[in-house]
């Protein structure tokens, strides 16, 4: 929960595994950073391995190891949260 | 695999690619009637491509992955990614343009890739229907922004 006078970011993470919170967003501090609401995501939406899989926010992929302000990010933020895309074979 | 856990399987899969995932990445959802899966990508360059996932006896294989046009036609040519995963040449048991990665069929039966199996990624987060699908997302949207 954000305290008085933060600045906040409203935020939800989006998979093919469902989407987390299951209703509306969750109102966090600008300085969280975004692995946290990531790892909640993984745990409620049985998502157990996630090597190889990026985080993009309106087209962009962000770094889930810093903060939604270090990321740019404000207001409404949609999570995209699933595996990159895969290598190709070479055949 | 039996029929009937195949197809709850699947269902239970599809039924997780959700509105707000469509909304989000601007997918078109065709079919989702077992076995078969259709999901059309958009781009804002107006580049549009359908994907047909025939997903008979999920999960025990992968799905077999065509290229279609927005009116479900096969298209006999792909755009190459720079991955090359997008394979523009003939699979030699369809013929037709295939995705050459890992979780579709195409690769797994493919002669470079037999020994590439299948049962090493079934049941990851990474190859559910949706971690497939994304996966291809991803490498349209290389392509196409």
């Given at each position: 929960m954000a305290e008085h006078n933060e600045r906040t970011v409203d935020v939800r993470v989006i998979t093919t595994s469902g989407?987390?919170?299951?209703?509306?967003?969750?109102?966090?501090?600008?300085?969280?950073?975004v692995k946290t609401i990531i790892e909640k995501a993984n745990k409620k939406l049985h998502i157990t391995n996630?090597?190889?899989?990026i985080a993009v926010v309106a087209g962009r992929k962000i770094d889930i190891n810093r903060s939604y302000r270090e990321n740019g990010l404000s207001g409404r933020v949609e999570i995209d949260w699933g595996p990159d895309h895969g290598a190709g074979g070479d055949a | 695999m039996h029929e009937a856990a195949s197809r709850a399987l699947f269902e239970e899969e599809v039924s997780k690619i959700g509105p707000d995932l469509l909304h989000l990445r601007g997918w078109t959802l065709?079919?989702?009637?077992?076995?078969?899966?259709?999901?059309?990508?958009?781009?804002?360059?107006?580049?549009?491509?359908?994907l047909n996932l025939m997903c008979d006896d999920w999960n025990e294989?992968?799905?077999?992955?065509q290229f279609q046009d927005w009116e479900g036609r096969p298209?006999?040519?792909?755009?190459?990614?720079?991955?090359?995963?997008?394979?523009?040449?003939?699979?030699?048991a369809t013929g037709k343009p295939f995705v050459c990665m890992k979780g579709a069929r195409e690769y797994h039966t493919?002669?470079?890739?037999?020994?590439?199996?299948?049962?090493?990624?079934?049941?990851?987060?990474?190859?559910?229907?949706?971690?497939?699908?994304?996966?291809?997302?991803?490498?349209?949207?290389?392509?196409?922004?």
């Open positions: 989407v987390y919170p299951e209703a509306g967003f969750e109102t966090l501090p600008e300085h969280e950073v996630t090597n190889g899989w | 065709f079919s989702k009637e077992f076995p078969v899966l259709e999901i059309g990508f958009s781009a804002q360059d107006g580049a549009r491509l359908r294989r992968p799905p077999s992955v298209l006999s040519a792909i755009q190459r990614d720079p991955a090359g995963v997008f394979n523009n040449s003939a699979h030699p493919h002669p470079s890739h037999i020994a590439d199996a299948w049962e090493t990624v079934r049941g990851t987060d990474k190859f559910t229907l949706g971690g497939i699908l994304t996966q291809l997302w991803h490498v349209w949207r290389s392509l196409h922004k």
